[in-house]
Antibody
């Protein structure tokens, strides 16, 4: 069974750093793109970036380029989303999601989400 | 480009509802459109992929279509049930951006 299991909720202060994770299981982790999607409270889904763990090829949305870093550790089938200096406006639910195999752009599996709260 | 959805729609149980998703630039038919259902407090799940395909387990009450004349995609849900009450998000792509999402539509079944 394919699963994407994300790390738990975080409460941080403005200016702090954070790295959240997404562990894939039940499939060949290196062969599928993994993306990160933000959902601010009461709002829609926003694509942040995507990584191919096989060769670490990474693409960022222009809206998030330079604001976050996406990485992956193939040895433990885990993708990461990282901030160096959080802002209150980073408060949101963050989902990792697997892009289907090949040319399709369908998300076929989603993580359960990680709630990040940034407050002084 | 952007995908624009109505903020909310409502309909009675047993009726049919259609949710639109309009592409701001580029041809809607050039890239597949997906639809995701998101119930409160849950992650999204796929109800339609590649314009009109249903994943296994999704009832045939859910259907998707494309209209090039209005440059839009539509999700139609027939025989509405209270369990269909959720947010619905459309998604497509272009040559440089793999995932573009619409703003989401809140479906109320009353």
């Amino acid at each position: 069974e394919v699963q994407l299991v994300q790390s738990g909720a975080e409460v941080k202060k403005p200016g702090e750093s954070l790295k959240i994770s997404c562990k894939g299981s039940g499939y060949s982790f290196i062969n599928y793109w993994i993306g990160w999607v933000r959902q601010m409270p009461g709002k829609g889904l926003e694509w942040m970036g995507i990584i191919y763990p096989g060769d670490s090829d990474t693409k960022y949305s222009p809206s998030f380029q330079g604001q976050v870093t996406i990485s992956a550790d193939r040895s433990i089938s885990t993708a990461y989303l990282q901030w160096t200096s959080l802002k209150a406006s980073d408060t949101a639910m963050y989902y990792c999601a697997r892009k289907g195999m090949g040319a399709t752009h369908t998300v076929d599996y989603w993580g359960q989400g990680t709630l990040v709260t940034v407050s002084s | 480009f952007m995908l624009t959805q109505p903020h909310s729609v409502s309909e009675s149980p047993g009726k049919t509802v259609t949710i639109s998703c309009t592409r701001s630039s580029g041809n809607i038919a050039s890239n597949y459109v997906q639809w995701y259902q998101q119930r409160p407090g849950s992650s999204p799940t796929t109800v339609i992929y590649e314009d009109n395909q249903r994943p296994s387990g999704v009832p045939d009450r859910f259907s998707g279509s494309i209209d090039s004349s209005s440059n839009s995609a539509s999700l139609t849900i027939s025989g509405l049930k209270t369990e269909d009450e959720a947010d619905y998000h459309c998604q497509s792509n272009d040559n440089t951006i793999p995932w573009v999402f619409g703003g989401g539509t809140k479906l109320t079944v009353l």
